[in-house]
């Protein structure tokens, strides 16, 4: 089994203006409210030049802030397509790091790969400037039967650290990893 995890792109403003890119990049910064952060952090290009040599591009877009409980634990994550890998056998949400990228499949990417968990977005975050608070985003993808990737997973890296919560979710999703 091969996991790729290619984080966040914050602040891409390709094809902006500059003033409009300066308002993107301040929506997104408040909207994940991690000061630790600039503006711009485009973090994942290996994984994302991996995922087009294998013939599954994908952009890792924004750094959205996950949705959590009023007691604020992670909001279990919507299931999207059958986990033919077992990875998530009786886990119902991963961590709140505060800025998890959406994973779009582009060109053959949409056909090689598919959704397996979508991730709720905090509904009183700051607005995001592209994805509205409440909506969903393609957290988790995984290869689609026969297409040649064998047992791929995409997930963001930070899915993989306890630092954010969401403890005993992670432990079962690493158990079932260890036993896949």
């Known amino acids: 089994m091969l996991f790729i995890c290619p984080h966040h792109d914050i602040g891409d403003v390709e094809g902006l203006s500059s003033d409009a890119a300066l308002a993107r990049q301040s929506a997104e910064f408040h909207h994940h409210g991690d000061i630790a952060l600039p503006g711009q952090q485009r973090v994942g290009g290996f994984g994302l030049s991996l995922m087009a040599e294998l ?19 992670p909001v279990p994550f919507k299931r999207a397509a059958e986990d033919r890998f077992g990875i998530l056998s009786g886990v119902t949400h991963l961590n709140l790091h505060p800025h998890l990228p959406h994973y779009e499949r582009v060109g053959a990417g949409v056909n090689a790969l598919e959704v397996l968990a979508r991730q709720v977005v905090q509904p009183d975050a700051p607005a995001h400037p592209v994805i509205p608070g409440g909506s969903d985003f393609d957290a988790i993808l995984q290869s689609r039967p026969g297409v040649g990737l064998g047992r791929l997973v995409v997930c963001d890296a930070t899915l993989w650290t306890s630092a954010f919560g969401g403890l005993d979710g992670l432990q079962t999703f690493w158990k079932n990893i260890i036993e896949a």
């Open 55 to 73: 013939g599954a591009p994908i952009r890792n877009r924004f750094g959205l802030r996950p949705a959590r409980t009023q007691a604020g634990e």
